[in-house]
């Protein structure tokens, strides 16, 4: 076996990895919160990618630089979505709660078709092509930006789960709804906030996307379903969990090109998510739930 | 007297009963009267087009209705089918969401809303289910595009192919191959073949390299490699190929990953004398010569392609660009022509009866189409016997869309190929 394509691998599954985790850390704080899967976490992804697809060709802005309007712009859309459905649906058993998700999921797909129609969308940027080299290995500089800022945020958005007001009242909501309420907590306005910073983490994954792969309306569902095995595998609400998840998968997809073809890439992938639910279903990281 | 005059001026309910029994028999008349009128314009003829308009393969879906609708209404604008009194054409839409299973259940519906005709379906595993569904349905079934050599191997009676087979792609690749390194008095040593894994890359890759192999060009295939439609990303799989050393590159893709490859290839900076598809979309398309500007450059592809010198296409390309802003590809080009053949085969027919139109379509020899290659004429087995490919590179133009030449067959060349080409990374 070649070391050197080994070694290239390892540090490609690792980037990719870290992308894998942001759009996952946002899904597992969703549920962690609210109990509901969002099966509209891919499609947020790609309006998020379209956002910053918008202001690189109108305005010229690079996606880096453009993230935080493209993540506003997904937390607006999030507290939305909790505030007129998620809302309404969080006592209803868990199979019609899926349905109203997927079909966001579907609106937001159709949505984007009718906006940019669908061709693949894939512009240059600034740092798109740049890379560097690392003994025989070639590292892609915009996977390592996606990769650093991916760490940046999980670990920003843990501590302000864990240090803030607003960041305690939401996990006092997740804790228990009734007792948080009983406090004095509007949990329907924490709930918003909750949904909107997780879908604001998906939003930023997007931007950071951008210069990686050419966006169309389609892409989103692949993404859900990744970050679906993503929080499965590092434990269902748990953010750190969701990035170590998100890492795990990277490299093992990666390096499973070694020895088969990359059409089995899915089945390496679910392969993994069946072994974890078998020896721990709870996650590797689950607890509680 | 006062209540006479009064009965005079208000309608009675007598009076009431008259209007309105006369407004009756008047809307009768009208009922009865005017669908006679009406008939001197015959019914519109329904042709059901069964494309992939959602799903990853959405961007070619679109570009396939939108060349077939342009050549239902270059029919209708000339007239519609005189034989069938001026019959206009009407293009039913179905969209497979580029999965057979719906491109069956679509072409279904189309057949119960009335299509007397299918035409379809770009991805071959529908072409499959929708040939299969035409059987059994006794409707005729022109595939304008799809490749799979099997659709047209089960025996189907009402199955047609404009398009060539894999096979045809293969043998033509091959040679083409052949034909450049000859020229460029080059000899590479090593080949890479990437494929996508959908029915048409599986069939196209491995088509291509069981012949390519056969064909002792001297250039040794020395790894294949195979990944998912839609994939996002093929850092591993570029690592793949650098590792393997290649000299030439034959990628089969969809657009998407074609532009995923092209950057990735740049990004591990993988030398290279040149990229040659065997026959694969996703090198040719508008956006994607776009998008990847410089790095489309110099790309090779073995395709259909439209005559540059063919009036029909001419006309019909001038229409397209002004509607769409993009310009007709192998795709579209062969989109309008299926319609084209459609209508020939319906104007000779003079009647919508199934098997009439399949008689037609046996006896098709249709010149005035805007593709590469001679008139369309069909096998026993429903291919089309004179169906050819051309070899196309994307040359550096100001503008993009102007882009995509063809540079062999000579007698149809465009431009002078180039090649080897610059490496990705060198082109300023």
């Given at each position: 076996?070649?070391?050197?394509?080994?070694?290239?691998?390892?540090i490609?599954?690792?980037l990719?990895?870290?992308i894998?985790?942001?759009?996952?850390?946002?899904?597992?704080?969703?549920?962690?919160?609210m109990?509901?899967?969002?099966?509209?976490?891919?499609?947020?992804?790609?309006?998020?990618?379209?956002?910053?697809?918008?202001?690189?060709?109108?305005?010229?802005?690079?996606?880096?630089?453009?993230?935080?309007?493209?993540?506003?712009a997904?937390?607006?859309?999030?507290?939305?979505?909790?505030?007129?459905?998620?809302?309404?649906?969080?006592?209803?058993?868990?199979?019609?709660?899926?349905l109203?998700?997927?079909?966001?999921?579907?609106?937001?797909?159709?949505?984007?078709?009718?906006?940019?129609?669908?061709?693949?969308?894939?512009?240059s940027?600034?740092?798109?092509?740049?890379?560097?080299?690392?003994?025989?290995?070639?590292?892609?500089?915009?996977?390592?930006?996606?990769?650093?800022?991916?760490?940046?945020?999980?670990?920003?958005?843990?501590?302000?789960?864990?240090?803030?007001?607003?960041?305690?009242?939401?996990?006092?909501?997740?804790?228990?709804?009734?007792?948080?309420?009983?406090?004095?907590?509007?949990?329907?306005?924490?709930?918003?906030?909750?949904?909107?910073?997780?879908?604001?983490?998906?939003?930023?994954?997007?931007?950071?996307?951008?210069?990686?792969?050419?966006?169309?309306?389609?892409?989103?569902?692949?993404?859900?379903?990744?970050?679906?095995?993503?929080?499965?595998?590092?434990?269902m609400?748990?953010?750190?969990?969701?990035?170590?998840?998100?890492?795990?998968?990277?490299?093992?997809?990666?390096?499973a090109?070694?020895?088969?073809?990359?059409?089995?890439?899915?089945?390496?992938?679910?392969?993994?998510?069946?072994?974890?639910?078998?020896?721990?279903?709870?996650?590797?990281?689950?607890?509680?739930? | 007297?006062?209540?006479?005059?009064?009965?005079?001026?208000?309608?009675?309910r007598?009076?009431?009963?008259?209007?309105?029994?006369?407004?009756g028999?008047?809307?009768?008349?009208?009922?009865?009267?005017?669908?006679?009128?009406?008939?001197?314009?015959?019914?519109?003829i329904k042709?059901?087009?069964?494309?992939?308009?959602?799903?990853?393969?959405?961007?070619?879906?679109?570009?396939?209705?939108?060349?077939?609708?342009?050549?239902?209404?270059?029919?209708?604008a000339?007239?519609?089918?005189?034989?069938?009194?001026?019959?206009?054409?009407?293009?039913?839409?179905?969209?497979?969401?580029?999965?057979?299973?719906?491109?069956?259940?679509?072409?279904?519906?189309?057949?119960?809303?009335?299509?007397?005709?299918?035409?379809?379906?770009?991805e071959?595993g529908?072409?499959?289910?929708?040939?299969?569904?035409?059987?059994?349905?006794?409707?005729?079934?022109?595939?304008?595009?799809?490749?799979?050599d099997?659709?047209?191997?089960?025996?189907?009676?009402?199955?047609?192919?404009?398009?060539?087979?894999?096979?045809?792609?293969?043998?033509?690749?091959?040679?083409?191959?052949?034909?450049?390194?000859?020229?460029?008095?080059?000899?590479?040593?090593?080949?890479?073949?990437?494929?996508?894994?959908?029915?048409?890359?599986?069939?196209?890759?491995?088509?291509?390299?069981?012949?390519?192999?056969?064909?002792n060009?001297?250039?040794?295939?020395?790894?294949?490699?195979?990944?998912?439609?839609?994939?996002?990303?093929?850092?591993?799989e570029?690592?793949?190929?650098?590792?393997?050393?290649?000299?030439?590159?034959?990628?089969?893709?969809?657009?998407?990953?074609?532009?995923?490859?092209?950057?990735?290839?740049?990004?591990?900076?993988?030398?290279?004398?040149?990229?040659?598809?065997p026959?694969?979309?996703?090198w040719?398309?508008?956006?994607?010569?776009?998008?990847?500007?410089?790095?489309?450059?110099?790309?090779?592809?073995?395709?259909?392609w439209?005559n540059?010198?063919?009036?029909?296409?001419?006309?019909?390309?001038?229409?397209?660009?002004?509607?769409?802003?993009?310009?007709?590809?192998?795709?579209?080009?062969?989109?309008?022509?299926?319609?084209?053949?459609?209508?020939?085969?319906?104007?000779?027919?003079?009647?919508?009866?199934?098997?009439?139109?399949?008689?037609?379509?046996?006896?098709?020899?249709?010149?005035?189409h805007?593709?590469?290659?001679?008139?369309?004429?069909?096998?026993?087995?429903?291919?089309?016997k004179?169906?050819?490919?051309?070899?196309?590179?994307?040359?550096?133009?100001?503008?993009?869309?102007?882009?995509?030449?063809?540079?062999?067959?000579?007698?149809?060349?465009?431009?002078?190929?180039?090649?080897?080409?610059?490496?990705?990374?060198?082109?300023?």
């Amino acid at each position: 076996m070649n070391l050197a394509l080994a070694l290239q691998l390892l540090i490609q599954g690792i980037l990719l990895g870290g992308i894998y985790g942001l759009t996952a850390v946002g899904l597992s704080l969703i549920f962690g919160v609210m109990g509901v899967i969002n099966f509209a976490h891919g499609q947020m992804m790609v309006i998020g990618m379209y956002i910053s697809y918008w202001i690189l060709v109108l305005v010229g802005l690079d996606p880096y630089l453009s993230l935080p309007l493209a993540a506003g712009a997904i937390f607006i859309l999030g507290y939305v979505i909790q505030s007129t459905v998620v809302n309404r649906i969080l006592d209803f058993p868990e199979a019609m709660q899926v349905l109203p998700l997927v079909a966001m999921g579907l609106i937001l797909e159709n949505l984007a078709l009718l906006f940019w129609g669908p061709d693949h969308r894939s512009p240059s940027t600034a740092l798109g092509l740049a890379t560097f080299t690392l003994g025989t290995a070639t590292v892609d500089v915009s996977r390592l930006i996606a990769f650093s800022l991916a760490i940046a945020f999980t670990v920003a958005l843990f501590l302000f789960l864990k240090k803030s007001a607003i960041g305690k009242r939401i996990r006092a909501a997740a804790d228990n709804r009734l007792g948080a309420q009983l406090v004095g907590i509007k949990v329907n306005r924490i709930n918003n906030i909750a949904f909107g910073l997780g879908a604001a983490t998906t939003g930023a994954a997007g931007a950071l996307l951008l210069p990686l792969m050419p966006v169309s309306p389609h892409l989103g569902h692949d993404f859900t379903t990744t970050a679906f095995v993503v929080v499965i595998l590092g434990g269902m609400g748990n953010l750190l969990g969701a990035l170590v998840g998100g890492l795990i998968l990277g490299v093992t997809e990666s390096l499973a090109t070694l020895l088969l073809p990359a059409t089995l890439k899915q089945v390496v992938s679910f392969g993994l998510l069946v072994v974890i639910m078998l020896i721990r279903p709870q996650g590797l990281f689950g607890g509680r739930r | 007297m006062g209540q006479k005059k009064s009965e005079g001026k208000e309608v009675s309910r007598r009076a009431f009963l008259k209007t309105c029994g006369a407004a009756g028999l008047g809307a009768m008349a009208i009922s009865f009267g005017v669908p006679t009128l009406l008939k001197a314009q015959p019914k519109p003829i329904k042709i059901g087009s069964i494309q992939p308009a959602t799903g990853p393969l959405a961007v070619i879906g679109q570009g396939q209705r939108r060349g077939n609708q342009m050549a239902v209404d270059f029919i209708n604008a000339k007239g519609g089918i005189k034989s069938l009194g001026g019959a206009k054409l009407e293009l039913v839409l179905g969209d497979s969401e580029t999965k057979s299973e719906v491109g069956r259940s679509e072409a279904d519906r189309l057949i119960k809303e009335g299509a007397v005709v299918l035409v379809g379906a770009f991805e071959s595993g529908t072409g499959m289910a929708v040939a299969t569904l035409a059987e059994q349905r006794g409707l005729p079934f022109l595939v304008d595009v799809a490749t799979l050599d099997d659709i047209t191997q089960k025996g189907y009676k009402y199955t047609f192919r404009i398009f060539p087979t894999s096979t045809a792609f293969a043998q033509r690749g091959t040679d083409f191959i052949k034909e450049i390194m000859a020229a460029k008095k080059l000899s590479p040593k090593r080949a890479v073949v990437t494929y996508v894994g959908d029915a048409f890359g599986k069939t196209q890759g491995g088509f291509f390299i069981k012949h390519f192999k056969a064909a002792n060009t001297g250039i040794e295939i020395v790894e294949e490699i195979s990944y998912p439609l839609g994939i996002p990303d093929l850092s591993g799989e570029v690592a793949k190929i650098k590792a393997a050393k290649p000299d030439l590159l034959f990628p089969i893709c969809r657009p998407g990953d074609s532009m995923i490859l092209t950057r990735e290839l740049y990004k591990q900076r993988v030398e290279l004398l040149g990229i040659i598809s065997p026959g694969s979309p996703g090198w040719y398309e508008p956006s994607v010569v776009r998008d990847l500007d410089k790095l489309a450059l110099y790309v090779m592809d073995n395709v259909p392609w439209i005559n540059p010198a063919s009036p029909v296409y001419q006309e019909a390309n001038k229409l397209f660009e002004q509607k769409y802003k993009a310009y007709l590809d192998t795709n579209t080009g062969w989109a309008y022509t299926g319609v084209l053949v459609i209508a020939d085969a319906l104007e000779r027919a003079a009647s919508i009866d199934p098997d009439k139109i399949v008689a037609a379509f046996k006896a098709t020899n249709f010149k005035d189409h805007p593709m590469v290659g001679d008139a369309v004429q069909f096998a026993p087995n429903g291919d089309n016997k004179n169906a050819t490919t051309a070899m196309v590179q994307v040359l550096p133009e100001a503008d993009p869309l102007k882009r995509v030449k063809v540079v062999l067959p000579q007698k149809f060349a465009q431009a002078k190929l180039v090649f080897p080409a610059p490496q990705l990374w060198d082109r300023g």
